[in-house]
């Protein structure tokens, strides 16, 4: 930063820039080094959205009708194998999964930007978190009361 506003007084001193010019070099380096100051080091990542809910249910065909009849929601994809039916309008907004204890919310996952599964890995075992892997997308953390958040793309 030094070099830059030595270089810019330079160019002033010797007449290749204006006053104008001059000034409007060091409101920029201004600008700039305000906004690098105020980002941590290692700035991370930043929940962008909640990107789904989790619910575990009874009967997942009542489950599956509820929501279509009442959000207009369809099927976006299914594990058969888990039962787990996602339903949305073009994406998963709420994931039905047919397993005990039911009427609970098993998890939600949060959006991050951006996401790259080490750095938000490393970030948030800085932040003291413990990452579990996930079979579906991204990975899991607890929250302070045990709750499940899931963490994927946002």
Do not use: C, W
């Not at 998963?92 to 005990?100: C, E």
């Not at 996952?109 to 991204?138: C, H, M, W, Y």
């Amino acid at each position: 930063m030094e070099t830059i506003i030595s270089n810019l007084v330079t160019g002033f001193e010797r007449g290749t820039l204006t006053r104008r010019e001059l000034i409007q070099g060091l409101a920029m380096l201004a600008a700039a080094s305000g906004t690098a100051a105020a980002m941590p080091q290692e700035a991370g990542f930043k929940g962008a959205k909640i990107d789904h809910v989790s619910i575990q249910v009874t009967n997942l065909p009542r489950s599956i009708d509820f929501y279509k009849n009442m959000f207009g929601f369809s099927v976006v994809s299914e594990d058969k194998s888990n039962e787990i039916v996602r339903l949305g309008i073009n994406k998963t907004l709420v994931s039905l999964h047919h397993k005990n204890p039911t009427g609970i919310v098993d998890h939600f996952a949060i959006g991050v930007d951006p996401f790259n599964k080490e750095s938000v890995t490393r970030v948030l075992k800085q932040r003291g978190a413990t990452p579990e892997e996930n079979t579906d997308a991204g990975f899991h953390i607890k929250d302070p009361e045990g709750l499940s958040v899931q963490i994927v793309q946002g």
